[in-house]
């Protein structure tokens, strides 16, 4: 069995961020078509599609399901997903409650990779918040959820896109779809035993997607506000980025269910919903780049480059605005 200090997660994925748009071409012989040029005049940026968005295409997070992280630095809003994950996010949540994670730290930030906090020595009672569960790597194939599909090839799944606004990949055949690890996504460490992940140990991916730890890890949610904080801290210099002493913890002072805290304490904070035509219009504009700053868009959008607008609910900020998770 490994040492807390080196479990899970190793390797280093290389970052990169694609862009996508489309291609045209015009025959010669033929009547030439609209323009690369003309089309170029009124390009249709995601931002254009988020300016023109409705209320009903967005979703409310809902606090029951949400985590408050507070730092030195400040906030980390951090979304659930129990419909993926619902034994770990259960106690999860049981632990934020028992206020297990208070005054614990974030021990490794790993550069390109994951920022993961939790008891290195062990020592910490989990009281009664605990419960035994089982790898949740995946679950069945929900045929009767709204999936959003790319239509582009993935390099580790059949098919890729969105459900219920989360990112997913799905394998038809073996009947399995699974939360992808995708930037500022939330999973649970663990032991070589796979089962060994209870919840006591969590990671935050800030570095190029490390899909090669998709169905490998549980995945129960992600950031929605505040990656920054987590993502410009101090690298380790330690194996695998941990911190090599106690003073370079970063404290956590609690992780509290913003259900737990008055209203006026919480952020409202609301998704862009996959499920509204909307967003067939905001990934379309994700991948036909075709401001002028663009020379070769591509027409290709990889799933954890289709990054879900968030914004603080109109009732508390001004409307049609978002701006990506991360």
């Not at 967005?58 to 129990?82: K, S």
């Not at 009672?125 to 009767?144: C, I, K, M, V, Y």
């Not at 997913?168 to 009947?175: I, K, L, N, Q």
């Amino acid at each position: 069995m490994m040492t807390r200090r080196v479990r899970m997660l190793a390797g280093v994925a290389m970052a990169g961020i694609a862009v996508a748009g489309v291609a045209l071409a015009a025959s010669a012989a033929a009547a030439p078509p609209p323009t690369a040029t003309a089309e170029r005049a009124t390009p249709v940026s995601p931002q254009d599609v988020l300016a023109r968005s409705a209320p009903a295409d967005w979703r409310v997070l809902d606090p029951d399901n949400t985590l408050y992280m507070e730092l030195p630095a400040g906030r980390v809003v951090i979304e659930l997903a129990p419909q993926f994950a619902p034994g770990h996010v259960a106690n999860i949540k049981a632990l934020a409650r028992a206020h297990y994670f208070d005054g614990l730290n974030i021990i490794r930030v790993q550069d390109n990779y994951v920022v993961q906090w939790g008891d290195p020595d062990g020592k910490r009672d989990t009281g009664s918040a605990l419960h035994a569960t089982t790898t949740e790597f995946f679950r069945p194939l929900q045929r009767a959820a709204a999936f959003r599909q790319l239509p582009d090839a993935d390099v580790y799944a059949p098919q890729v896109g969105f459900i219920d606004s989360w990112p997913v990949a799905r394998d038809p055949v073996r009947g399995q779809e699974w939360l992808t690890h995708c930037y500022a996504m939330l999973g649970v460490g663990r032991d070589t035993a796979p089962d060994s992940g209870s919840g006591v140990e969590l990671y935050v991916i800030i570095g190029h997607a490390p899909r090669h730890l998709d169905r490998n890890v549980t995945l129960t949610g992600r950031v929605v506000r505040g990656i920054e904080l987590l993502s410009s801290l101090p690298r380790g210099t330690g194996n695998l980025g941990f911190y090599e002493s106690p003073a370079q913890y970063v404290p956590i002072r609690s992780i509290a269910v913003a259900a737990d805290l008055p209203a006026a304490q919480r952020i409202d904070l609301e998704v862009l919903r996959s499920d509204a035509p909307i967003f067939a219009d905001y990934l379309h504009a994700l991948r036909s780049r075709t401001a002028d700053w663009f020379v070769e868009p591509t027409d290709r959008l990889e799933l954890c480059n289709a990054r879900i607008p968030v914004r603080v609910r109109p009732a508390a900020a001004a409307a049609g605005t978002g701006k990506p998770i991360g």
